[in-house]
Nanobody, 116 residues
């Protein structure tokens, strides 16, 4: 079992920045894909960004050039730096870790609200 604990959400004005963190309760191998989804009210979760082994980050088109995913393998922690935030980025953000043989673990979700 792996528990993922997220932090860093909140209220920010358009154009502002936030940094989300997601720490695993135990060591997660660097080869395990980790990343972030987000969910808008009444919709399914959508992938925002993912990373494996600290390389080859992938992003949704909507966040390309504004969000940066990174990973500290020693701490089994993944980060999402969000810059130039827009009102349409308002959502609940969930981190995940896809462990082979175990399935996908999810964090509890953190609210990000972009509003003036």
């Amino acid at each position: 079992q792996v528990q993922l604990v997220e932090s860093g959400g909140g209220l920010v004005q358009p154009g502002g920045s936030l940094r989300l963190s997601c720490a695993a309760s135990r060591r997660v191998d660097s080869s395990v894909p980790m990343g972030w989804y987000r969910q808008f009210p009444g919709t399914e979760r959508e992938l925002v960004a993912s990373i494996r082994s600290g390389r080859d980050p992938r992003y949704a088109d909507a966040v390309w050039g504004r969000f940066t995913i990174s990973r500290d393998n020693a701490k089994s922690t993944v980060y999402l730096q969000m810059n130039n935030l827009k009102p349409e980025d308002t959502a609940v953000y969930y981190c995940y870790a896809k462990v082979a043989g175990d399935g996908t673990y999810w964090g509890q979700g953190t609210q990000v609200t972009v509003s003036s």
